[in-house]
């Protein structure tokens, strides 16, 4: 209610209802009393004061529900972010390489793929930054044979399940990386089938890297895996999961 129409009400119901013999006997209609016109303009004012009064309810609730939202998505960015991960004996580590906050930030650096490209040549490649300006990589899909000469590598090993699942990333990193920092690696297929050879130089190349570098490619690679398989259930190119 603004303040005009504050003073008004408070001025009439101080007064009471008006005196018929003050009043001009041209201003009420003939249907019109006195009283009447005395209480539609009170029925307005109070109607025009449940108006502003409801909007304003209107604005506190929607700025709460606002707040609201702002808590949830907050929320829900912690629980994304997995920027820490419990070992076998329950120590907290810092998950650096492979939370989800960070992956958002690398696939959102991705290059499309097409499926196009995928059915046309069997493979479909895609170029990674995972450091702008410091580290990026292009990685390949491997097909059925490729995947079928990984796992005969991995027949021959006879270490414990711990170190058939850390040669196993080295080995997919051998059969997928294209190459680093625009450096491509010397091919390790000749007339479209794996050399022995030249894929066990490319496998002691890629595991003379850092440590904590192999780590992060393997991750990453994981993830291309995931955008691959997407590409046969969305009928769009795809970066984002």
Not at 27 to 40: D, G, Q, T
Not at 98 to 116: H, I, N, Q, Y
Not at 176 to 190: A, G, H, M, Y
Request: net charge negative.
């Amino acid at each position: 209610m603004t303040s005009g129409n504050a003073k008004e009400v408070l001025q009439m119901v101080r007064q009471g209802p008006p005196n018929p013999r003050d009043l001009k006997p041209v201003v009420p209609k003939p249907e019109e009393s006195a009283m009447s016109l005395y209480n539609e303009r009170l029925a307005a004012l109070a109607k025009e004061n449940i108006a502003e009064i409801s909007e304003a309810e209107m604005k506190g609730q929607a700025a709460k529900v606002a707040e609201k939202d702002k808590e949830k998505e907050k929320e829900t960015d912690i629980a994304e972010d997995n920027s820490f991960v419990y070992d076998d004996y329950g120590n907290k580590m810092r998950n650096i390489h492979g939370s989800r906050a960070r992956r958002k930030k690398v696939e959102a650096r991705c290059t499309p793929m097409d499926m196009a490209e995928l059915l046309m040549l069997n493979y479909v490649e895609q170029r990674v930054v995972l450091r702008p300006g410091k580290l990026e990589v292009v990685y390949r899909s491997i097909n059925s044979s490729d995947a079928m000469f990984a796992f005969s590598q991995i027949e021959k090993e006879k270490g414990s399940a711990l170190m058939v699942a850390y040669k196993i990333g080295r080995l997919n990193l051998t059969l997928s990386l294209v190459s680093i920092n625009s450096q491509k690696f010397d091919p390790i297929k000749i007339d479209n089938k794996i050399d022995p050879v030249l894929f066990q130089a490319k496998y002691e190349k890629i595991c003379s890297f850092p440590e904590d570098l192999l780590v992060d490619l393997i991750v990453n690679y994981q993830w291309f895996t995931e955008r691959v398989k997407e590409l046969s259930v969305d009928d769009e190119s795809i970066i984002n999961f």
